[in-house]
């Protein structure tokens, strides 16, 4: 079926940096409060920028990046864009038609939005993985682009200091090589209130019950990461990072301490951004590239939980 190779990631976030001390001035909380039960110290809040422009901006500098690297790409050879948002602007057109007409592609691209929540990027990787291989032009750009900041009721302190605005796109292709890309997705609708939200009216913020969040992230963490690995016939001593979803350190302290030995393959930033949704694993994803942290040949584990529930997982060989 090939294998999904990452040829550049890219990201956006808006120009108003917001402190866990700016967010104290605005409901009853504290930077000590919030780095203690989170580990957030800032997150980024859109003001002129929506949704679509941070997509457009993360999906640019991945296409401007994959020109520089991939001798064999150009624009016209992207065959399909998903844009993973739970805050787009509009209902339709989709944010993805959006990126596709800022990138002056025209007509031999397919373009949605993809609902997933948190888990958005990853399920947007296993679609793009399953699709590339039905449609003629062989890249795909996949992003994560949410304006959180809109689902926001600012008036409780429990949700509100959790969540930021950002963007992350990452351009693959299909290839024909030996490697790695195992990718898998899953939900159960049957919680569906423990996290919710929406844009209607203050009634239908995002509203959610944080320890049973808790709860379910770390079995959903262990559970994905433990498949994948199995049925890449991988252990943890053959990763070099894993990339959580980035909504709580206290999430990923709690589940790294099952893999002892390789607490440090562990990535965390949700100091620097707060809980992004779709976008916090394109993010991580994109800094530990651009740092040069992570390297042609290294072995890494994308892992995403959120709302719906959904949950997805991934293992690839970058
Ligand atoms: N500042 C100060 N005090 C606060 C704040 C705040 N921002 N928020 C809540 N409190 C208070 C509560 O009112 C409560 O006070 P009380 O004891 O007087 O009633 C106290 O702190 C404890 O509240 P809890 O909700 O029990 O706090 P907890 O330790 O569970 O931490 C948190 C809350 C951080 C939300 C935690 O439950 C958590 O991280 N859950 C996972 C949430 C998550 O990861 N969500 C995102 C995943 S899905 C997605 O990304 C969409």
Redesign the pocket.
Known sequence: MGVLTFVSTGKALPKRKVTNED?SKI????DE??RT??GIEKRYYCEEESCTDLAIEAAKLAVERGLERDSEFSTDKIGLIIVAT?SADYAFPSTACMVGKALNLKGNVMAYDLSA??SGFIYGLQNAKALLSEIDNKYALVIGSEKMSKLLDFTD???????GDGAAAALVKLEDREGISYIRSYSDGNDEDL?CGGIASKDSF?K?K??S??KF?VRAIKQSVDEVLDRAGLDMGDIDYVIC?Q??A??IDFVKKNYEGHEDKFYQNVADYA?T?AA?VGLALDDLIESGEIKRGMKIVLVG???GLTWSAGVFEI
């Open positions: 967010i409901v009853d909380t504290s409060w919030i039960r989170t739970t929540a948190c302190r429990s949700t509100c200091v959790l969540f996290i995002l959610m944080g320890q969040v808790f992230a979803h909504a709580n206290r999430i809980n949704s916090s939980f959120g709302a």
